[in-house]
């Protein structure tokens, strides 16, 4: 990940209301949620809502699915450990003993799937 590409997502989540609305899509993994159920939750307006979605979208963090008349929105996961993989990427200057207890406080919250399971927050 580049650092414009970081910037980019962190800049989108420094917003209560994107923050929250990720937070709320990751709590809704793998099935998301419709833009509409989404503004409910967040008691927004519709057109608000999009703006916020749109910006989400931009920065890589959540992606939409046209379904029949509905758009599904989701997490995207692996952007999640991209994102965090880069914040841990030099693993404490080598010394990856110092950040295992900040990998394993990560490790419980979602298992990785078996392609990915072979790979480590610090690739």
Not at 46 to 55: E, K, V
Not at 56 to 71: N, P, V, Y
Request: with cysteine; charged share 20%; proline share 7%.
């Amino acid at each position: 990940m580049e650092s414009e590409q970081a910037i980019l997502a962190f800049a989108a989540l420094a917003q209560p209301t994107r923050l929250n609305v990720f937070r709320l899509l990751m709590e809704h993994e793998p099935d998301g949620l419709p833009a509409g159920e989404i503004a409910r939750h967040m008691a927004a307006p519709h057109n608000t809502m999009s703006t916020h979605l749109a910006i989400l979208t931009r920065a890589g963090l959540i992606e939409a699915e046209r379904q029949s008349r509905s758009i599904i929105y989701r997490a995207k996961l692996d952007a999640v450990r991209t994102l965090t993989g880069f914040l841990v990427k030099d693993c404490c200057g080598g010394r990856p003993e110092i950040c295992a207890p900040l990998i394993a406080d990560l490790a419980p919250c979602c298992p990785p799937n078996k392609s990915a399971a072979k790979e480590t927050v610090c690739d």
